[in-house]
């Protein structure tokens, strides 16, 4: 009896162990995991009003974008009703020729539909080491920004398109944009579309761009990173064969503790903490990396610049952030500037993640472009 008791207890331990792994391994690749496909739903436009499915994103204030299936861009703005599995909203720019009547279209944060929409642009390949070039927009007029650059650096599961929302205030600031795609997006070729390594392997790519930047006449360089792209940005400047140009940084929502982000997710899916170390282990293990198809393992514990083990650089940064993130916990931007004066952090209440600038557009544009003009000429 005692033997058959004893055998059980170890037979469900061993279940819960499993299981437990099973979570693990499950969180691991829902974190790295590629950008899914746009989800294209109907939608119909009525004069200057559009009816879009009631989402938790179609249902927040503020202003926003839908792309066409025929890649067209429509900005839309506030909420006029809801029409119970419908919201109907306003209208703020819409593509010539697009007529009444019903059309497919995708839903996005991305407000702005295209960089020309910013200022001047020109369309460039940034050279990378890897191999190949990375598709980038310039945008400015190189002459009056005299070599003061800003590369602008996209998050998780993002393109370039979320990344443009903060050029209009780099542009009005007088500074040129660079607006940079990297390793694992989605506009890499299939052979590249791998799972993110959190920042580890980007970085290079968005290194390349510092590099071709500083050739194009770069003297002084702001790096304006959004969520992931912070992490980017944070070894970049550890890195860079270049970092001596890079003056300042604007972060985003920025992932800063990849531990507090691991674990909010986890703690938002009502899973024991505990899967978020387990989680963590596997992305940083050799075998967990090749059966979750990583390049190389990531080591998610060490990329934080809130601790004792990493302090970030001695340089002027400007944070933006939503004291109610839900996926960047709003925690991090604190205990950064804390522990650095030379960092300061706008706190914004903008629902949802890395949507400061939809929301809140105005401040989000006057702090980018006030602390642009604050910087001394080098």
């Known amino acids: 009896m005692i033997r058959s008791v004893a055998i059980g207890a170890g037979v469900t331990a061993a279940t819960v162990a499993l299981a437990h792994t099973a979570l693990a391994g499950y969180v691991a690749r829902r974190l790295v995991a590629p950008r899914a ?28 974008g839908l792309r066409l299936d025929d890649g067209s861009h429509v900005m839309v703005g506030d909420i006029v009703r809801v029409d119970g599995d419908r919201v109907v909203r306003s209208i703020l720019e819409r593509p010539t020729g697009l007529s009444d009547g019903d059309a497919v279209a995708a839903w996005t944060s991305q407000n702005i539909g295209a960089p ?5 642009t020109r369309h460039v390949a940034v050279p990378l080491r890897r191999g190949g070039s990375a598709e980038a927009w310039e945008i400015g007029d190189r002459e009056s920004a005299n070599g003061r650059w800003t590369i602008h ?5 993002s393109s370039r398109n979320g990344a443009l929302r903060s050029a209009p205030a780099t542009a009005d600031a007088g500074w040129m944009s660079l607006i940079v795609s990297y390793a694992g997006d989605e506009e890499c070729a299939p052979a590249d579309a791998l799972p993110s390594s959190l920042g580890t392997r980007e970085w290079r790519d968005v290194d390349d761009a510092i590099a071709y930047a500083v050739a194009q006449g770069a003297r002084e360089i702001v790096l304006v990173a959004w969520s992931m792209g912070g992490t980017i940005a944070m070894l970049a400047v550890e890195q ?29 899916a009502h899973l024991p903490r505990t899967v978020a170390v387990a989680s963590m282990r596997v992305l940083g293990s050799r075998v967990g990396a090749r059966a979750l198809g990583l390049v190389e393992a990531v080591d998610a514990r060490a990329l934080t610049w809130v601790g004792e083990h990493r302090s970030g650089p001695d340089l002027p940064t400007l944070i933006l952030h939503s004291r109610v993130d839900p996926v960047v916990p709003f925690s991090g931007s604190v ?11 706008v706190a914004f209440d903008a629902t ?11 401040r989000f544009h006057d702090a980018i472009a006030g602390f642009l003009r604050s910087l001394p000429r080098g």
């Open 352 to 362: 949802g993640h890395c949507n400061e600038a939809n929301q809140e557009p105005e």
């Open 116 to 120: 020309e929409d910013v200022g001047p």
């Open 37 to 64: 496909p746009k989800v294209f739903a109907p939608v119909g436009i009525e004069g200057d009003t559009v009816s879009v499915p009631a989402t938790d994103d179609s249902r927040q204030p503020g202003t926003y």
């Open 153 to 157: 650096v996209h998050g998780l599961r």
């Open 335 to 345: 205990a950064y500037v804390e522990r650095h004066p030379d960092a300061e952090l």
């Open 240 to 268: 860079s064969a270049h970092r001596d140009a890079i003056i300042g940084l604007v972060f985003v929502a920025p992932a800063l503790d990849w531990t507090r982000v691991v674990e909010n997710a986890v703690a938002g």
